[in-house]
């Protein structure tokens, strides 16, 4: 058991965490095994994110103390925090990713919900998911501009043809 100046301690840290964070990502990670955690918490790390194990006790206090409208005490398993500098999309992807391979191998890793920071809203367990599946920014910016492109080329085809057939 952790004495109070660890307890102490270890709020700190994720209240700093939590200062720096656009979003946040609660998952069970119940009955997945430590090398696979890492694998995952490399990956985040690479993306500028941040996997944290804390007592959901201390959790709810720091997100009470940085006005995050989550109630962490909800989640009867186990629950790890996401924090990320960016927004929730960037991060529920790969997480997304990492919960659909981990189904595959027998384990129980699932995603909970988050927190947005921008918009200050709490997405359940259903919605994140959703959010998870959905494209990087920079593909869906791609992929407006080329359906943006798409008839300016067709026009531009057209007119080319009606040029020619003029001469």
Do not use: C, W
């Amino acid at each position: 058991m952790k004495s109070k100046i660890q307890k102490n301690k270890e709020i700190e840290n994720v209240s700093a965490l939590a200062q720096k964070a656009q979003s946040v990502l609660f998952v069970d990670f119940t009955k997945t095994p430590v090398s696979e955690i890492t694998a995952l918490k490399n990956s985040l790390r690479a993306l500028g994110a941040t996997y944290k194990v804390i007592k959901k006790r201390l959790l709810a206090r720091v997100l009470a103390q940085h006005n995050i409208s989550a109630d962490v005490l909800q989640f009867e398993k186990q629950v790890a925090a996401i924090f990320s500098s960016k927004d929730i999309s960037s991060i529920a992807n790969p997480v997304a990713s990492f919960a659909k391979e981990a189904v595959k191998k027998n384990m129980q890793f699932q995603m909970l919900g988050g927190y947005d920071g921008q918009a200050h809203l709490f997405f359940a367990q259903e919605e994140i998911k959703r959010i998870g599946q959905l494209p990087s920014r920079d593909v869906l910016i791609a992929q407006f501009a080329g359906l943006l492109k798409a008839p300016m080329n067709q026009l531009a085809y057209v007119l080319s043809k009606v040029g020619e057939g003029k001469k």
